[in-house]
């Protein structure tokens, strides 16, 4: 007898980390159903989600009601809200914590059994209180909520680090200085940004070649990380490291050029720039761990084993930095 269809949600479906989630799961052998969810079927990622088999599912996260039949004989729910979408920026109006928590309700009430929310750890915790970031602090606080969910079997976080496509997009590379994409007048690719605190390491996934096999990874065996925030990292390295490799790689003068304090780094207002200035703050005070906690490897890993292994493909090492600027800036 075939095994039975477990039907995983998948938020976002059409975002950075939605889609590398679906497409992973869309290879399982598990006799996963994989509901994408969109406020517009008729986009072309969309599109191309339904063409490869998700059940492709209109619904904005602001509607109960869409929610509600969305979520509707579901098992697996993959949640990422957007902290920085204007809706949940605008005064007096929902945050991103509402949103979340009201999500986590719908899904309870929809009989979901695994949970898995794209989360962070708590600044504000780490550092007792002195480098909060209220954006992060915020998710941590709608995981814990999650979690006292009687009606879920497993509640997990998966908190991705500094995403690897950051440096594949160009205003990133602007509001960094120009690196890996603007030479500056002195012709440097010029990495600028605050120190990053203890080694100087950043914690970087690429969600596309690593991320969505780690959350599928977890998909697979949700018992086995229940209650855990899960750090998800491909590789952790110094701009120093960063910009000395880019130039071996791609023969470009690349530099990288310390500011003198996280409030160097240039925001123009932009609320996604701001979080970065306080993210530097957090780091400087927590020894250079994103994570809160020193950088895990091996889970990262093994739960891209299994998601491999489930695809049936061979093993492959999390991706490092230098091979992720071969793959992108290397010669052809
Ligand atoms: N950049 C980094 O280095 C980094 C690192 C760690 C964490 N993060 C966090 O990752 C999050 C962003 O994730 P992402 O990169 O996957 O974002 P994204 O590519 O912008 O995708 C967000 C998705 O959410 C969907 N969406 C937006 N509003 C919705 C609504 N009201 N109802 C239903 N769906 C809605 C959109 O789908 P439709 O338009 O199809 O509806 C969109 O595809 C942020 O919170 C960010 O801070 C970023």
């Given at each position: 007898m075939a095994p039975l269809q477990k039907v995983v949600a998948v938020y976002g479906a059409t975002g950075v980390q939605g889609t590398a989630i679906a497409l992973s799961l869309l290879k399982s052998q598990q006799n996963f159903v994989v509901r994408a969810f969109t406020?517009?079927?008729?986009?072309e990622k969309a599109k191309e989600l339904a063409r490869l088999g998700a059940e492709v599912v209109k619904a904005d996260g602001f509607n109960d009601n869409d929610m509600k039949s969305a979520l509707s004989g579901a098992w697996g729910f993959w949640l990422n809200t957007h902290h920085h979408d204007p809706a949940v920026e605008q005064p007096g109006g929902p945050t991103d914590e509402d949103l979340g928590n009201r999500l986590v309700e719908i899904a309870a009430a929809a009989g979901v059994k695994v949970f898995i929310y794209s989360t962070c750890e708590s600044p504000a915790l780490f550092t007792k209180g002195v480098a909060p970031v209220p954006g992060m602090d915020a998710k941590h606080r709608v995981e814990l909520y999650a979690r006292?969910?009687?009606?879920?079997?497993s509640v997990i976080g998966a908190f991705p680090g500094w995403y690897f496509e950051n440096y594949i997009t160009p205003e990133y590379a602007q509001a960094f200085?120009?690196?890996?994409m603007f030479p500056d007048n002195e012709g440097y690719l010029t990495w600028k940004a605050p120190l990053v605190g203890g080694e100087g390491k950043v914690q970087t996934v690429s969600i596309k070649d690593d991320f969505g096999e780690m959350v599928h990874g977890m998909f697979l065996n949700p018992l086995k990380w229940k209650n855990r925030t899960i750090q998800c990292v491909s590789d952790a390295f110094t701009y120093d490291d960063m910009v000395k490799t880019f130039t071996e790689v791609t023969g470009k003068k690349a530099r990288h050029v310390p500011l003198?304090?996280?409030?160097?780094?240039?925001?123009?207002?932009n609320s996604v720039m701001i979080e970065l200035q306080d993210v530097f703050r957090y780091t400087q005070t927590n020894n250079g761990w994103f994570f809160g906690n020193p950088d895990d490897f091996e889970t990262c890993q093994s739960l891209k084993d299994e998601a491999r292994r489930d695809k049936g493909l061979e093993p492959e090492p999390v991706i490092s930095m230098t091979k992720y600027f071969i793959k992108h800036y290397g010669p052809n």
């Open positions: 406020r517009n079927p008729q986009s006292t969910f009687k009606e879920f079997d200085g120009g690196f890996p003198a304090s996280a409030d160097d780094l240039p925001a123009h207002g």
